[in-house]
């Protein structure tokens, strides 16, 4: 059977469970069944032919957990794969062989410790040994979307056998790792043959699962239900009649490859066979929405849909985010995309483009970060195709690529990656010719975005045109352009539109004014996603009262109210900002007590009294006063974190002054920090953070599970004369001691701090580390006696 | 499942130290995040102990370290518990560290007082009575490396979504492996 051939015009009968047939034959728990390939491979044989005589047209191989991961070696994975993979070809004779790949037991970043390209070198590993004997690959059993998106790469990227994928879900429709029915649909329906649901549940729980799904992809549909949800003593409840029956439901569905997992046998092959013999295969008719995700959320853009797009995370013309890049200050672009989310961005781009920086390894390293803080879907902001398509690779979902333009060069270039990774795509308005002036110019331009996307395999409801705003200020007719081409181009095609706003009012004063009623109209010329600072209260509202009154309204009106706008503020002077409210408490009273007055109480001390002069004798004493009575058991630990997080604000306001008088940054000393390699938790990490930045050091916060030669190039890099170091458990010691010697080699006037909690003063001294420190409060004094504070 | 503040302030470091009215509704706060988001789940599995080759019978675990024989002494059979509160609460606090570091630690604590309470609701279930407490890897001289031999029998990641990591550790991190001895009737 050609797999492929097979899956245009019927179905494909797959095997059922494993694990439960070879502990029938006598296999004990505990036993890693794909050692058996080995160890008894007569049981494994056994196995297989029960599925072939049972009418299967796919066995699969018994390498579930056949991986370096579980396996520990590349050597036992070769002997492991290989032994599997030739026994069921022998025994399959003219059925198909897929080659199974399960999890590795083991969670990617941020959750896990697992990195993606780890991952996919596993999952590689496996492919490269067992192609030359198989006919299909079926990644299944999945829970995370990252690590099956690795697992289908390394099949895609190292050979050319059909893929087929499963995850398990709950009846929730999410997977543990939280992944949903539709993200994982959207993310992968580009790479893989057929797309499915396999275990956990029985055919009856997963039916709804499986309409949903349905829904969301336009890929040969699997399925391989668990023989129902068994009992405590492992019996399962569903017997080969009963889910034949339900699999009725899942051929009037569509379905078309069919299959069991845990608890079902060759019996329940025979019924399915049976069954799948005496149906007509009638093939699946299903349109797709266009829709953009994360692992976890979807956003669907239809014709009328309006979505944010967060514009904060970009360093053009934000002097904040670009020193925030150049210092690898990523807790900056954390509370960006944070903020941004909580005002109602339901995508967010990332740009990395800055002359000075790598903006490849940049932007990837920004969509990972990103990704990890937040849940809403990203858009790759960049016009370089090798960055575009890193980004794409590491993000853990569907993104909108921004963008292509109307020049063959960035069509050619750009498509295949977006066509590849099955991305959706801006299309800008311009060309070799440079900034389009007419309306039509903008419209043939899209129109040849358009034709070239489909010739590419990109549908026209998966691209998204920016029409450009223009300064309205030079010359007044501009903006209308823009809108109506938005209008005319949306009379023709199903394509979505873009368009960055605050361009519009360059130039002119009271610009939020204008950029509002601006958006405002260019909604009401079918805009769908505005690309906007969503924290500018104007531009909230401008949306929100739009959605309110768009009904009400043709787009003149809005238009007319633009352009009254734009007269009015021809001539109109800045408001003068309010002055700083009295305060009645002194600034020992907040910070001591962890309260959010404490910033006011320093905006007051900073009009009398010279900056440096606030944080000596007022910030560190309040501190210190703090860090006693913690230490003295007065205080417990969240007061002690509160009353850091008040001093952080103060700082924060004596920073902007003092930068603004010294023009440089000022900070009492840098200090790099993280948990290290292999080890995930974070939590002492990040308190000692917390506290010592409240103390106005700067952080370097690394995360967890860093490679010790990051601690090393940053510490170098930023000349940081500290490097703090956690690790909680005994197994993740070793990775910190390594990570001192590694800095006493390449970087020895560096000092380090170490705390966790196997750690204790003797251990310390043991792996090299300069200091141990029980608790954050500790941590301050060491930073006090490096920095000489 | 009951998050008790008392516990939370206890896992804290709380000494009786004056608590302000704000630090009180973070309390809280913290304790009903906490118990809108676990999604406790858990296996058990129940085995004979194979005292004479140190296993659990009718499996392939061999039990290391003398410290949980003698912590079993008095029993001959056992259950092998995995308990989890899933990963949104875990999420929830990652994400609390990135907006209010006071809230994250309270959380943090909040989410080890419910995981512990969970696991001692899933013991009262039992109807042995007499039960030793609960037991874990890399208690004593039981080393922490079965951690994985231990998700792989009770099936761990596709049971209840419970991962060990190549350093041994659990994810989500609000998990645990146990063993609870049933005490042997005189």
Redesign the interface.
Known sequence: MNVREQLKKGYIVFDGGQGTQFQKMGM?????PETLNVTNPNMVRRMYEGYVLAGADVITTNTFGANR?KLGSHEEVVKCVEAAAKLAREVAKDKCVALDLG?L???IE?????TFDEAYESFKEVVDIAKPFVDLVIVE?M?DLYETKAAVMAVKENSDLPVFCTM?FMETMR????TSVEAFALTLSPFVDAIGIN??LGPRQILPIMKELAKWTDKPLMIQANAGIPDAQMNYPVKPKEFAEYYKKYINLGVQVLGGCCGTTPDYTREIRALVDSSEFKPREVHVPCAVCSASDVVVLNQDSVEIIGERINPTGKKAMKQALLNDDF?YI??QA?AQVEANATILDVNAGLPEIDEKAMLTRMVKHVQS?VTVPLQIDCGKPDAIEQALRYYNGRAIVNSVNGEDKSLNSILPIVKKYGAAVVGLTIDERGLPKSTQERVEIAEKIIKRCKEFGIREEDILIDCLTLTVSVEKDQARKTLDAIAEIKKKYSVKFVLGVSNVSFGLPNRQIVNSTFVKTALAFGLNCPIINPNIKENAEAIKSFKETKNDYDKEFFYKEFMDSVENNMNFTVEEVAPIPETERDIFYYIK???KGAKTACLKLLETNDPIVVINDYLIPALNEVGDEYEK???????L??S??SAKECFAEIKTILAKQNGEETDRGTIVIGTVK??????GK??VK?VLENYGYRLIDLGKNVEPQLFVDTAKKHKAKLVGLSA?????VGSMEETIKLLKEQYPECQTFVGGAVLNEDYAAKIGATYYTKDANQSVKVANLVYNH | MQIERREVLRYLGYKGQEINEELDNKISEAISICEKLVQPKSIVKRYKLDKENRMLGGTTLHLKGDVIWKHLEKCSEVYLIAGTLGFDIEKRIARAFKEDATLAVILDSAATAAIESYLDDVEKSFPEKDLRWRFSCGYGDWPIEQQKEICNLLNTPKEIGVFCSSAYMLTPQKSVTAIVGIVDER
Do not use: V
């Open positions: 004990l728990p505990g036993t890693i991961k999890p037991g083991e969670l941020p959750i896990g410790s697992l059993t829970t398990t997977t543990f790792t939280g275990c956990s807790d954390t509370n944070l803080i007590r962890g309260l058991g007065k205080i417990f630990l969240p007061q974190i509160a850091a997080e292999g080890d995930i938790h974070d939590i990040n308190i917390t909680l458990m005994t197994t993740t």
